[in-house]
């Protein structure tokens, strides 16, 4: 008789990932949409880049590639973001990315800054901020006008975070290096966080297909412990009526909705509907042993298999006033 072991070991081997994962996805997702995803993670995605208007006019940009060959298309729904469905060299290559005409991202990690929505004048603390690409793209929406405290522990890719600021223009953000979970030592109160939060990478697998064997379930529970040590601290430097925006490339919902539900303990934090309908709704009810708050629902999660992304999560939670 074939058991439901028997498929984790058939699919673990066919695929090649650690027992474990596939036995959750299973459990997350059941067997058809478990086999589209494993399926989806084999394919490659459609490379993607922002342009960077605080170095070139969009319109002019758009014109520019046209003229050299590259064949863009824009991604709706999220600003200054086009698909690459053709480009005669490689997109790391040219004068225009030296000059910071264009910052090479995913389309979902596009997304969280799109969600956060920063202004011109506004004081954003970006968490884990190297190397940069999404605090270059909360400098785009500010016009460059206003504060953005960036925040990240690693000294190696501070240096990556400072090279992608002065590449694409960035003159309003201010580097500190310091762990995140100390955060609310520095008395910062911002208008909006952005915690993209160091994760397992786990929804990178289309990318980096490694992923599938380099991480244990350890991993998974130690960094969900970070996860939550580091939303204490934003939400703490957070004004009342400000708002921050949590996202993960992680699939493990301890990294997603567990650290969320954990989020909202505070009596003064809720779940705030975000103006962003692609992907699905997040997990609520109970998942493995965990009952979560209905609200949480508003969170989104995006796969390969359903989206065309990577695996990612967001969600946005407010401080009441």
């Known amino acids: ?30 067997k058809e949409e478990t086999v589209k995803l494993l399926e989806a993670n084999e394919q490659k995605l459609i490379p993607s880049l922002r342009c960077n208007t605080l170095r070139i006019d969009e319109e002019d940009f758009v014109t520019l590639f046209t ?45 969280p ?16 901020a190297a190397p940069g690409g999404k605090t270059t793209q909360i400098a785009q929406f500010m016009k460059n006008k206003g504060v953005i405290v960036a925040i990240d522990i690693n000294r190696k890719r501070i240096k990556s975070l400072r090279s992608n600021l002065s590449r694409c223009g960035v003159y309003n953000a201010l580097i500190i290096r310091m762990d995140g ?15 993209d939060a160091p994760c397992t990478g786990e929804g990178l697998i ?32 957070l004004k009342p009526g400000g708002s921050l ?34 992907g699905s709704p997040a997990f609520t009810g109970v998942i493995f042993g965990e009952t979560l708050h209905p609200s949480i629902k508003e969170a989104r999660r995006l796969y390969p298999h359903k989206d065309g992304t990577e695996g990612f999560f967001i969600c946005k939670l407010q401080k009441d006033s």
């Open 181 to 195: 979970r100390q955060i609310s030592d520095l008395g910062l109160q911002a208008d909006k966080v952005l915690l």
């Open 113 to 128: 800054v799109q969600v956060l929505d920063p202004n011109p004048g506004e004081m954003i603390l970006d968490l884990a």
């Open 1 to 30: 008789m074939f058991t439901e072991d028997d498929l984790v070991e058939e699919l673990a081997e066919r695929y090649n990932y650690r027992k474990y994962m596939v036995k959750r996805y299973l459990e997350m997702f059941g």
């Open 245 to 278: 925006v949590y996202s993960t490339c992680a699939i493990a919902p301890e990294e997603n909705e567990f650290v969320i539900d954990h989020a909202l303990k505070n009596e003064d934090i809720h779940v705030k509907k975000m103006d962003f309908n692609r």
């Open 67 to 111: 003229k050299k060959r590259f064949v863009l298309e824009k991604i709706s729904g999220i600003s200054y973001g086009y698909r690459v469905l053709k480009t005669p060299f490689p997109l790391g290559a040219t004068n225009e990315y030296l000059l910071g005409f264009y910052f090479l991202q995913s389309e979902a990690s596009m997304i």
């Open 206 to 237: 289309p990318r980096d297909p490694t992923r599938k064997t380099s991480r244990e379930l350890k991993d998974i529970l130690y960094v969900a412990e970070l996860q939550k040590s580091l939303i204490d601290g934003a939400l703490a430097c």
